[in-house]
């Protein structure tokens, strides 16, 4: 059972996010920390700009920390088997084919979207309009380049 504060994750994102949550926790921010009490050792606060500089990142990995935590709270394992007979859900890789063309993308959580990889995320208007959609159908997306119609070729 899923809600609007879940985030759909592949295993593989899930995994680099605990990554990167555990280098924010047990590095960055204790390195920055140090970095904010050398400069303190060094006197006037107000013209040392080590010392405003560590405390912008360290206001930065901390808001990023808490947001990775969020994430991690929330995160839901995309399970492929689980698509309903062949019906395009997250996690499934799709070849569609418009103007000629035949592109393949991967449906996954906003947190793994990387256009330029062919991911898309599920709450984009292009990966919403695939979801629930079978090999045959044609689906009519809005994008910046205007109305595209995409025929479904192939889900995975």
Do not use: C
């Not at 993308?105 to 984009?124: C, F, H, L, R, W």
């Not at 044609?138 to 205007?146: E, F, L, Q």
């Amino acid at each position: 059972m899923s809600d609007e504060n879940t985030q759909y994750l592949t295993a593989q994102g899930l995994a680099d996010l605990q990554k990167e949550f555990n280098f924010l926790k047990d590095t960055k921010i204790p390195d920055i920390a140090n970095r904010i009490d050398e400069a303190k050792q060094h006197g006037d606060l107000s013209e040392n700009a080590e010392y405003h500089q560590a405390k912008e990142e360290m206001a930065w990995a901390q808001g990023r920390k808490q947001e990775v935590q969020y994430i991690l709270d929330n995160a839901e394992i995309m399970n492929v088997g689980s698509q309903v007979a062949g019906s395009i859900s997250v996690g499934s890789t799709i070849t569609v084919k418009t103007n000629d063309k035949t592109k393949s993308y991967t449906i996954v959580g906003p947190q793994e979207a990387d256009p330029m990889e062919g991911k898309i995320s599920n709450e984009s208007p292009m990966g919403g309009a695939f979801i629930g959609h079978k090999v045959g159908d044609k689906v009519t997306v809005r994008t910046p380049a205007g109305q595209q119609t995409y025929e479904i070729l192939e889900v995975k």
